[in-house]
């Protein structure tokens, strides 16, 4: 299909190319669709398996790698209290989270011990030496969609779409970036409240671009918070150097999430009351 435009936005997004393994359930944590599909096919087949022990990998130990198999490994127990469950997770990174206040890491590291979870840093993963897994957990960071390189437009070393400060193509003036997808002239990390905050400048600049007011930069918070649940019921907050965990952590991520999410809930409209025809009066 090709389709026309006057102005274009992109929020693609980015993607992960996992390698593919005979007799593993590869699962990519990215594009959060196709996880959602392989995640309850395995539980579907898990339902109806024998209860033999299951290897799980996660490769990757930024925060998508730490969450993931945490979360996999409390529902798994939940659901299956009977079944053994060995974890590994591999990062090539020498630190756990990476781009965190160390307090973050030191608190990941406890929950992923406490889940029995064996970490290996500084390891690159290799398919071929590997121990064998059912499992693999696949966030091993961010991919540019390979077509982005042959769009014509100007992308960075990664493949990404180079914007300038009002979220504009730097190549293409009518075509405008956000999110995963775009790269930003001081790369910004993948992580979704830099697109959320790009909302509304987007908004508005492409309204500027139809001829409806002025266009306005973007301007990236030095810092952002962020909010790792550990799927014990707790939760780890940090904020530039800071870092916290516990319960109250966990329920005010909840209530951030929940929150987030309600603004996208579409409330019914009232259906006007419709006025009623006169009833005539008949007199006898």
Known sequence: MVLDYDVLSLNVGSTLNPPAL???????LRPLGGLRVAWEALLAELAQAPLRPLAITAVGGGAAGVESVLAVLARLRALQPARALKAVLVSRSVSLLP????AAARSA???LAAAGVELRLDTNYNAGDAPASDVLLWAAGAEAHAWQR???LTVGASGYIRIDGHLRSLSHPNVHAV???A???DPLPKAGVYAVRMGPVLSRNLRAALGVGTPQAYLPQPRVL???ATADGNAIASWGPLALRGRWVQRWKERIDGDFLQRFV???HPVPPTRSSPVPRVST
Do not use: I, K, N, Y
């Open 22 to 28: 005979e007799g593993t359930h590869v699962l990519p």
């Open 99 to 102: 781009g965190l206040p160390r």
């Open 109 to 111: 590291q406890a929950a």
């Open 150 to 152: 042959d769009s014509g």
């Open 179 to 181: 999110g995963d997808c």
């Open 183 to 185: 790269d930003w002239a």
């Open 226 to 228: 962020a909010l790792l």
């Open 266 to 268: 579409l409330q019914p």
